[in-house]
């Protein structure tokens, strides 16, 4: 049966990827999967991540970039082992992944032979949507329809197939059938009519706006939506994603990550309108109440389980951009009500510079030679603040970060995003600020940004330690924690060691002309800079 007319799972497999557009795939090669990669098609590409939890974040970050599935090759239970932490992070960041598995032959399943992937559907969950192994070989096609359905549907996320190793070679029942679904569905006009009555009839809103807004493409939207009702705009907690412009007058930042200092920041709002995010993505536990007394809140989500697990308030389900559209049509403009001149959230710098610099320093030397179309990607938990202080995400598609709290992920991701970028020919530079403590949980990933020759610039502030869980100590009294420094790291030698570009920048100067020769470069830059170590308030608004 198997002659040379007879159409294989593998070729049919192909045949179905290069339709969908899966023509990109990330991964790190095992023995079970080898079957699979076989004879690798010309007009596919590899992307090589040195361990499959970078291959995982790059595949993320290209997808996110993209806005379009990604496909990620892992081997067996091993390599997913190894990508659980990332396939965690893309389940949070809701970015449709495509994940296969080897599996060991079928013939051998069950004697629990040597890389089986024993009950292969129950590694990966609860962080993705849907996993599955196909119970016989001519499946393996139609599971991959049904895998990138699956991923692509609200809420979008990663789905997982395992896959035996002697499958490919078997004959397929044909040529598989491709199928299209739809990734955004509209809000129910009556609930619409609802929220419209409840919002016009508000004397003071508040709105907080999360990631699924940009994600739907509902940037211009927000802006609309929100200078239509003239109410001032916060960033949902810990959002991996920035929807509206950090310089827009109505703008006033990232609430407060805690309960009790949440409830107090919006006190005297009778209105809470939650626009694309959880109610809220809430960390450390601050106790207080979760709505300040006499304040409503209103919930858009397009994520049922975060409509559900809201705490507080009254949901309505839809894509973002939609709902937004919707809303603005049904309430008609605020004139009268006043916004408060934003805050002044700038901190002045001192006549003499700091030695070693502070973050704020460091960050504001580099916000100076800013390109104004780069992409930032965010991993330095504890400078975050002091960083977008000075690089204000303004437009759309140019701000990620991870949703999970996991370190790890935003150095490969970065470089998933920056092959994005390249084979887009946006010719927009990403630059990924990775704190040192954190660029070690992924540091593999500066091979294949070298091997790739990216533009890609990774900013590394310096200071020997962990200092976000510093920082977690004083919060949570837990003195003489140990292994928080991280003395003997050599982040220029270890660039250098992966084929990149690096350099030492400790001045203000020193900063700008080194990211300033970065941006030429044919291929990636790690710029280490020495700052000073400091504490700092998680919740600056707790008492």
């Known amino acids: ?79 997913t082992g190894h990508g659980m932490g990332n396939i965690m992070t893309a389940y949070q960041n809701k970015t449709p992944l495509i994940i296969t598995a080897g599996q060991q032959a079928r013939e051998m399943v ?21 996993a599955y192994q196909p119970v ?4 393996v096609p139609g599971a991959l329809m049904r895998a990138y359905a699956v991923a692509l549907q609200p809420p979008a996320g990663p789905v997982y197939v395992s896959i035996p190793l002697t499958d490919w070679d078997q004959p397929a029942l044909g040529e598989a059938v491709v199928r299209t679904v739809s990734s955004r569905y509209a809000p129910d006009p009556d609930r619409i009519a609802l929220f419209a009555d409840r919002i016009r009839k ?8 999360g990631p699924e807004i940009e994600r ?33 007058p109505q703008f006033r930042g990232m609430v407060p990550i805690a309960i009790g200092p949440l409830s107090k920041k919006l006190a005297g709002h009778d209105l809470i309108i939650v626009v694309g995010a959880q109610v809220f993505r809430y960390y450390p536990y601050i106790a207080g109440d979760y709505l300040p007394k006499g304040t409503d809140l209103l919930q858009i989500t397009n994520d049922p389980y975060d409509a559900a697990a809201a705490i507080v308030g009254d949901s309505l389900l839809a894509d973002a ?18 916004v408060s001149s934003r805050a002044d959230i700038e901190r002045t710098l ?43 995400i303004v437009e759309p598609e140019s701000y990620y970060t991870f949703a999970s709290g996991g370190l790890g992920w935003g150095a490969p991701a970065a ?57 977690f100590a004083v919060l949570e009294n837990t003195p003489n924690v140990p292994a928080l420094d991280l003395p003997g790291l050599d982040i220029v030698a270890t660039a250098n060691a992966f084929g990149c570009i690096g350099v030492a920048a400790n001045t203000a100067e020193e900063i700008k002309q080194a990211f300033t020769t970065a941006l030429d470069a044919d291929g990636p830059t790690v710029i280490a800079i020495r700052i000073a170590r400091q504490m700092r308030s998680l919740v600056p608004d707790a008492d």
């Open 350 to 392: 001192p006549a003499k510079p700091h030695n070693p610099l502070t973050a704020l320093e460091a960050f504001t030397a580099l916000g100076d030679v800013r390109p104004a179309n780069a992409i930032l990607v965010n991993e330095t938990a504890s400078n975050f603040a002091d960083l977008l202080q000075n690089w204000p």
């Open 216 to 248: 739907s493409g509902g940037w211009h939207a927000g802006i609309k939506f929100a200078e239509r009702l003239n109410a001032p705009v916060y960033l949902a907690p810990l959002a991996d994603r920035a929807s509206f412009p950090q310089t827009h």
């Open 321 to 338: 951009s939609l709902a937004l559209e919707a809303l603005a049509d049904a309430i008609p403009e605020v004139t009268l009500r006043s």
């Open 415 to 471: 470089v998933g995003i920056a092959i994005a970028q390249k084979k887009q020919g946006t010719g927009r530079p990403v630059i990924a600020a990775i704190g040192d403590g954190a660029l070690q949980y992924s540091v593999q990933s500066l091979y294949t940004a070298a091997q790739q020759k990216l533009k890609l610039i990774f900013v590394v502030p310096c200071n020997d330690e962990y200092a976000i869980l510093k920082n």
């Open 136 to 139: 016989r070989a001519q499946d």
């Open 1 to 79: 049966m198997n002659d040379q007319t007879t159409l294989t799972v593998y070729q049919a497999t192909y045949d179905l990827l290069r339709k969908l557009g899966l023509t990109t795939i990330f991964g790190n090669p095992g023995s079970t999967e080898q079957p699979f990669l076989k004879n690798f098609p010309s007009d596919f590409e590899y992307i090589l991540g040195l361990q499959e939890a970078s291959a995982v974040a790059m595949a993320d970050g290209f997808a996110q970039a993209t806005k379009r599935p990604a496909l990620l090759n892992l081997h067996t239970s091993a390599g």
């Open 110 to 130: 069950l004697c629990d032979p040597y890389l089986t992937n024993r009950d292969e559907t129950t590694l990966p969950r609860p962080w993705v949507k849907w």
């Open 202 to 209: 508000s004397q003071n809103p508040v709105l907080i706006y």
